[in-house]
């Protein structure tokens, strides 16, 4: 059973507009939550992350957004830019395992010029 | 600080054979956990290790196993390989970040092809 869901497989954004990527989870039980990007041949880079008491998280560019009851985040990147073309996964954790970080399926972004 | 190394980058193997995969975290993190990379299944949970202990563990046959020493540095091994293990395998350390979430630091990976 997948608990991370991000049900857009890819997104298509003009440079200078904003991106918005979303997450869905099933375990109520998930307290913190974290968005990585990925390019090709590297390894997920963090970018920022959200605790279950907040819903609201900013970092520059990047916001990400978490609504508890619908058991829903998103991040938001504005303005977007061409090097920001990436896969963007959504991740998890829940108490007492907070080393098991689960991971959705990704959403590849692209940005365009 | 260095991060986290990975090797080897690349192997192919046959299937019924092993692989055995290395990481050397980040110095001073003592969590190592595994992840496996497949297209369109995000990246699967393998095992999380500290201090040398198997603290979690995702749902993978017995097949895939791992082992952290006590430098930290972690292998993991997948024995009797099968084609469906082609794949790319992600070592991460991790630290808890202001919020206290657990941020994972990944390694470039090393992408298995088993034909």
């Known amino acids: 059973d997948q608990q991370v869901k991000q049900n857009s497989p890819s997104l298509s954004v003009q440079e200078g507009r904003i991106s918005i990527l979303n997450c869905d989870y099933t375990?109520?039980?998930?307290?913190?939550f974290l968005w990585y990007k990925k390019y090709p041949a590297e390894g997920p880079t963090f970018l920022i992350s959200i605790s279950s008491i907040k819903d609201k998280n900013e970092d520059g560019r990047f916001t990400v957004f978490l609504n508890k009851s619908a058991k829903h985040l998103s991040l938001h990147i504005v303005p977007s830019q061409p090097g920001d073309s990436a896969v963007y996964f959504c991740a998890a954790s829940a108490y007492p395992s907070y080393d098991k970080v689960i991971f959705g399926p990704g959403t590849s972004l692209s940005v365009i010029p | 600080k260095a991060g986290v190394t990975q090797t080897p980058r690349y192997l192919i193997k046959t299937r019924g054979q092993q692989v055995t995969l290395s990481c050397s975290p980040i110095?001073?993190?003592?969590?190592v956990s595994w992840y496996q990379q497949t297209p369109g299944q995000g990246l699967q949970f393998l095992f999380e290790y500290f201090s040398e202990t198997q603290r979690n563990k995702g749902n993978f046959p017995g097949r895939f196993s791992g082992r952290q020493f006590s430098n930290s540095r972690s292998e993991m091994n997948v024995s009797t390989l099968e084609l469906g293990d082609s794949a790319l395998y992600l070592c991460?350390?991790?630290?808890?970040?202001?919020?206290?979430?657990?941020?994972?630091?990944f390694g470039a990976g090393s992408r298995l092809t088993v034909l």
């Open positions: 991460a350390s991790s630290f808890r970040d202001e919020s206290g979430a657990n941020v994972l630091t």
């Open positions: 375990n109520s039980m998930f307290d913190y």
């Open positions: 110095s001073g993190h003592r969590s």
